[in-house]
Every structure is written in C-alpha cells, then in structure tokens.
C-alpha cells in the first residue's frame, strides 16, 4: 500500500502539513527522484534543478536548507519516490515536501502522441505544468497508452508528458533537437553522459512519430529509469534490440550512489 507524508517548511524546520488544500496554489517548481535502498542517481543534478527554478523573488526563503532538511527525512531503507515543491499560495511562496512510497516500476511503455495543441505554458521547468500533462497522460490512457507524447507544431517528437525520449539508429544514441524546448531530464542527461563516456555518438534531430519506424525507441525518468516502447498508438512500430535495455538499465543503477548521511543529532551536539 501506498503512503504519503506531506511537510511544510517553517523557521528552518519540515512541519507535518495536515491539509494539503490545493485551492488558490499554484505549483512553481518541483523536483522528484528515486530512492532505492538510500541510493539515487545524480541527486546533485535534482538538487541544482529545483534550486535553479527558484528565483530571487523570494528572499528568506531558504530552499538550501530546505533541500538539506528534506535529504535528511528521507528513509534510507525500501523504496521511496519523494517530492519537493515550491508551492505559491495566493502569491506566498511555500516550500512543500511530499515523502511517497515508490508506485510499480514497469519494463516497458505504450505511447500516443497528443493530438492537441502543446499545453505546456513554461516547457523549461519542472512543476509549473503538471496539472496540463496529467491530463494529457489520462487522454492518453483512455486511448490505450501509458503516456503521452508532445509534438511541435511541425510534428516533431519533443517528449512525453512524464518522461524524455530517446532511439536508437544502428549504434547511434538519438536524442530530440535541442531546439525543441522541455524540461532537462536528470534520467536522460544521465544515460547521454554515459554514452558519450562510452565512446558513443549521440545525434539530436528534428524527427516526426512516423520516422521513427522500425526503430528501438526508449521513454525515460527519474521513477521508471529507462523502458523499452513496446507500441506507439496510431504511430511506428518499435522494435528492440535483445539485451540492450537491460544493459543499459544495470549501467543506470550502477551509477545510483547513497544518500549523504543525516546530521547527527544528540546531547552536546
């Protein structure tokens, strides 16, 4: 069963939020990330993404201590999937901590491609747009997909509503042209430095859903880590190549590393 603990942070401390009344607030930026066993891939990278998002407009506000107090409270023991939010309020900036137990992890992935136009109002940070991708997600399932895929107004791939998109053409590692904008995926930057530290081209390209055909097509974040597209809904057709997900899932995890260890606490201390 699935449980969540939600805080708030107040004169340096996470305070136990008893409500979570979501009227009148808006969700500025956030961050989530894995936890398996208290360890996790490139936190610093979750870290410099959520403060980055943050801008100066809120002094006091302290989202260094809170990230430190948040690292902190997290189990070093099961699996867990914790949230941190910068939360405004009618315009007062609250900074929120949701402790989740990680949902099913799954191999593989359905796409669709979104049929409407691009919800997203700030493609470059993580949180603002949330509420527009889960609906885009939900269409999707009632489609008979897992996930939702955005394309430009060209019809470009640009990524899915919860996860970055990558393929494969023969050796070559492909990635969507950075001139396409969208949110810079810990997951995928991970699985692209690894690449390169391999030996590995990586190409980014301007593709269509329909030029990706016959190719082995992966969906990436921070809960899944790396899943295979096993069909793309009114789309191409995948394929996969044996092995190569799972080698590339074990390179993943290995680079997982702990999380820092709590201050201590005691007398004297």
């Not at 208290?38 to 610093?44: D, I, Q, R």
């Not at 789309?235 to 590339?248: C, I, K, V």
Request: with cysteine.
């Amino acid at each position: 069963m699935s449980t969540t603990s939600i805080y708030r942070w107040h004169g340096g401390h996470l305070q136990p939020l008893e409500y979570c009344d979501m009227f009148g607030t808006a969700v500025a930026v956030a961050d989530s990330w894995l936890v398996t066993e208290g360890a996790v891939l490139a936190l610093e990278v979750h870290r410099s993404r959520f403060l980055s998002g943050i801008t100066g407009e809120h002094p006091g506000l302290d989202p260094a201590g809170f990230w430190d107090a948040v690292i902190a409270q997290i189990p070093r023991t099961g699996d867990w999937f914790p949230r941190v939010e910068l939360q405004l309020r009618d315009g007062a900036p609250l900074l929120v901590f949701r402790l989740r137990s990680a949902p099913e992890r799954t191999r593989s992935v359905r796409l669709a491609t979104h049929r409407g136009r691009d919800p997203r109002t700030s493609p470059l940070v993580k949180g603002p747009d949330t509420a527009a991708l889960l609906r885009l997600r939900t269409e999707a399932q009632a489609r008979g997909a897992d996930e939702a895929v955005i394309v430009s107004p060209e019809g470009f791939v640009i990524e899915g509503a919860y996860s970055s998109i990558l393929w494969w053409r023969g050796e070559f590692l492909c990635a969507p042209s950075l001139d396409l904008d969208r949110v810079d995926s810990v997951t995928a930057r991970s699985v692209i430095a690894l690449a390169t530290a391999l030996g590995i081209d990586v190409h980014y390209e301007s593709v269509t859903p329909s030029e990706l055909d016959g190719l082995e097509i992966w969906a990436l974040n921070a809960l899944q880590g790396i899943r295979i597209v096993t069909g793309w809904i009114d789309g191409p057709e995948p394929a996969e190549l044996p092995g190569r997900l799972a080698l590339w899932r074990a390179r993943l995890d290995r680079l997982r590393k702990p999380l820092p260890d709590p201050p201590a606490t005691g007398p004297g201390l």
